[in-house]
């Protein structure tokens, strides 16, 4: 068993810069991450709002951000936590691989895609249904897809697609956007097209994709569109199975709970990016992060709750 000051758990944009801040605070740290570090950022095609970039392809920035952690810290990547328990006043992280002792733990697990839970989805996925434009829009250059979706990320994606040869539609249940202006301005400029107030009710296809049935919700008129793919980007719900397990508060709409020094109601137990919800952008997971793992250091040195002018409340004992 290796142990450490904090485990961080996740490698996107929180769990890396906690990985930096936490090695240069002087702590000794860790990473682990069930996929490849860099998260759900490596998935964007395009990044046009973080600071010093005009434009980056998510990858790219994915792997800045790894290879500036790793200068720091130690990244484990395909090695999910399975497990943890309480053991002589430390966290022990089990893995397939290893078990991991930590004084205290970051959790900076994100979030995985939303589904649309309609028929077709599950058994099509892989074969048209895709959750992922830059992993998968390749493959349908010069053919019909629809985007699922309204925000930033449904939008990026429809904008992405038509900028590779595909025939872009978009679906939005509701009759306006939640997306950026920017990146609407840029969406209506390519002249991609909109269904609104509509929703896919089924995926249709005999072995892959070959179209959608649709109904509108004002109308309830139910039409079917001919299409090869369909791009579900309606959201993510946060990853708090290790939350639940440490026992750490969750909010009304189930992200961990954090106060504004990323700590949860177990103490030595921080949270960052994604799995705490807010407005969930690269740089404020990045900032996180950074807030987690110094609290970390503060509490492993100076514990503040000990400090009679520091609240307590809401932390166990």
Excluded at 11 to 22: D, K, R
Excluded at 142 to 152: D, F, S
Aim: with cysteine; aromatic share 8%.
């Amino acid at each position: 068993m290796d142990d450490y000051d904090t485990v961080i758990v996740g490698a996107g944009p929180a769990g890396l810069t906690a990985g930096i801040y936490a090695v240069r605070a002087g702590l000794k740290a860790i990473v682990l991450d069930g996929k490849t570090a860099g998260g759900l950022v490596g998935e964007s095609p395009a990044i046009e709002n973080y600071p010093g970039f005009q434009s980056i392809d998510g990858m790219k920035l994915a792997e800045k951000f790894k290879n500036h952690a790793l200068r720091y810290v130690k990244i484990k990547e395909i090695e999910p936590v399975t497990d943890t328990r309480k053991e002589n006043g430390r966290f022990i992280l089990k893995t397939d691989r290893n078990e991991y002792s930590g004084k205290s733990v970051i959790i900076a697990t994100g979030s995985e895609h939303r589904h649309l839970g309609v028929p077709g989805e599950e058994e099509l996925y892989g074969r048209g249904v895709s959750y992922c434009s830059t992993c998968d829009g390749f493959f349908f250059k010069g053919k019909k897809v629809l985007v699922v979706g309204g925000g930033n990320t449904a939008v990026g994606d429809a904008i992405y697609l038509k900028g590779i040869g595909c025939d872009v539609t978009l679906i939005h249940r509701r009759d306006s956007l939640r997306a950026e202006k920017a990146l609407q301005d840029k969406m209506f400029f390519m002249d991609i097209s909109v269904i609104w107030d509509s929703v896919v009710e089924e995926i249709i296809g005999n072995g892959k994709v070959g179209g959608v049935r649709i109904r509108n919700k004002k109308t309830g008129e139910v039409k079917t569109e001919e299409l090869s793919a369909v791009f579900i980007s309606v959201g993510e719900s946060p990853n708090t199975e290790l939350a639940k397990k440490l026992g750490a508060r969750l909010t009304e709409d189930s992200y961990l709970q954090v106060d504004r020094w990323m700590r949860t109601s177990v103490r030595y137990v921080y949270g960052a990016g994604d799995v705490i919800g807010g407005v969930k952008q690269i740089i404020t997971a990045a900032a996180e992060g950074a807030t987690a793992a110094l609290s970390a250091y503060e509490d492993l040195t100076n514990p503040y709750w000990k400090k009679e002018e520091k609240s307590v409340e809401g932390f166990e004992a």
